[in-house]
């Protein structure tokens, strides 16, 4: 098997997550999920656009969060994703681009437009996220460069994309060609919402053997697996996925790997700010250990991190130089 040239490449949602400061008030008033994930219409997207403060504008998107924190690590990464021909799509263009990722999926002509998720961060640091999916759930497999898959050591998929039909084959399309060319699959399952609606689909391919890593928290878990007590869910999967990888929020995070489990404890956090994609950079963290070959604990560590600094400010994208964090911690 040649040596990867890419080490990550995603498949993921394409959007501009806009976010901006609320009180608890406003999330009440417009009856929102509080710290959870809704998919919205135009025109929920409209009315919700409306009632938000002044707001800032950052690329997101689970899986393209992630890629940004590898790159940041160091790591030589791809991303696939559906933007639309305006000027949302040119700014997640730009901004992935810019982070020395290489983005080759071309622009959709005409309707919806690029994809943009509502973001209301309360005092506490939860983030209600409001989601218009928009020309992210239109990425077709004709889109797929089958060659750039099987050149990457890891495809990294997001359980949010799982949702709309066309990724979805996408998607599956793009596992086989990883698991033909030799290549490891890394699945983040992103929200019980989803396992609710597709958890069959999910369970089916960890029986398959397609699913090589798996990322979830410990509410994905209990959805996944029918199992409230944390620890009878992770046993209930430990032995169908080679790496099993669990955060707990503040209690930390877990790996199962080879029959041993693996625990770090949460990084201290002088205050925590906004937790978007917290999970999104622990991810990244622990995927640049795995790639590098660290050992798992010191992938859980490396994780733990990442997630540390980005919950310590608003935004997805990693501020602070996540190298010398990471070489801070670890030596």
Known sequence: MSQPSTQVIAIGNAIVDVMAPCDDALI???????????????????????????AREISGGSAANTLAGLAALGARCAFIGQVAQDQLGEVFAHDIRAGGIRFDTAARAGDPPTARCLIFVTPDGQRTMNTF??????????????????DAEILYLEGYLWDPEEPRAAMRRAIAAAKSAGRKVAFTLSDAFVIDRHGDDFRAMIDAGDIDILFANHIELASLTGQDDFHAGIDSLKDKVPLLVVTRSEQGAVAASGGKLYEVPAEPVAKVVD??????????????????????????????????????????RPEANLTELVARRLG
Do not use: W
């Open 275 to 316: 937790t978007t994609g917290a999970g999104d950079l622990f991810a990244a963290g622990f995927l640049y250990g795995h790639v590098n070959g660290r050992a798992i604990d010191e992938c859980l560590t490396m994780g733990a991190v990442c997630a540390a600094e980005i919950i310590s400010h608003y935004g997805a």
């Open 133 to 150: 999916l928009g020309a992210s759930q239109y990425l077709p497999a004709a889109a797929l460069d089958e060659a750039a898959i099987a």
């Open 28 to 54: 009440e008033r417009f009856g929102m999920t509080r710290g959870g994930m809704t998919l919205i219409d135009t025109d929920r997207a409209k009315e919700l656009y409306a009632a938000m403060g002044p």
